[in-house]
């Protein structure tokens, strides 16, 4: 009787041992697990970006919707930055915009003759918090500002007929998206920013019956415009 308790206390111990020597494997794993994810980050998104609010106001041009000259843009975003841990992440970001011109607004891009172009330039910093960076899907948000440059001009027979350009602070650029890891390395994530931009620098040029006009300076009335962008980023993270 006292050899077969023997035997069964050696067991016992023995099992107790094992599960204190994979606890402090677990334990050890979580740490290295996290360090894992602290480095280097870079990625690239696309979308579509909806225009919102005003330009502001010139003595030769009157505060209009953004969206009468642009109605949106294609931007081709990159962004790159560092995980400091596996929730946080710093970075800064550069885009440009192929912007879609409102034809039904501006009625001399209607001409055959007449080319009209767009375009918007974003460069800026951001951080990003992210909810359960473990998961296979991970939500996230973000917080960014920076600098914003738009372009659109009309040209015919190699002659601009007509020009706009505008540039100014983005004080303020929220984002919320969902990472989705394809691999331990690799995640799309769908998401949703709104910015919130101000120009600080107006110019607007053109010809009307053979006379040119030109006004550039600081707006006599500065207004708000938006840019709501729903688009797919990718990335390769730590």
């Not at 969902?178 to 931009?197: K, T």
Request: glycine residues 12%; proline residues 3%.
């Amino acid at each position: 009787m006292t050899e077969r308790a023997n035997l069964i206390g050696s067991a016992a111990m023995a099992m107790s041992n094992i599960k204190m020597v994979f606890a402090s494997l677990v334990l050890a794993a979580v740490p290295s697990v996290a360090a894992a994810q602290s480095g280097a980050e870079i990625g690239v998104r696309t979308g579509y970006a909806f225009a919102a609010g005003h330009t502001g106001a010139l003595a030769n041009l009157n505060d209009q919707n953004l969206g009468d000259s642009i109605s949106g843009q294609w931007p081709i975003w990159i962004d790159a930055g560092y995980r400091f841990n596996p929730n946080w992440y710093l970075g800064g970001y550069a885009q440009y915009g192929f912007g879609f011109v409102n034809d039904d607004q501006q009625t001399l891009c209607r001409n055959a003759n007449v080319d009209c172009s767009a375009s918007d330039t974003r460069l800026g910093v951001m951080g990003r918090y992210h909810f359960v960076p473990a998961s296979q899907f991970s939500p996230w948000v973000g917080l960014g500002f920076g600098y914003e440059w738009t372009s659109f001009s009309a040209t015919t027979s190699g002659r601009t007929a007509g020009e706009f350009k505008g540039s100014g602070f983005e004080f303020a650029n929220l984002q919320a998206g969902l990472d989705y890891s394809v691999a331990s390395r690799f995640v799309l994530s769908p998401f949703i920013s709104l910015s919130f931009d101000q120009y600080r620098y107006l110019s607007v040029s053109g010809t009307t019956a053979g006379v040119t006009l030109k006004d550039d300076g600081s707006p006599a009335k500065e207004s708000v415009h938006e840019w709501i962008l729903i688009g797919v980023r990718a990335a390769f993270k730590p």
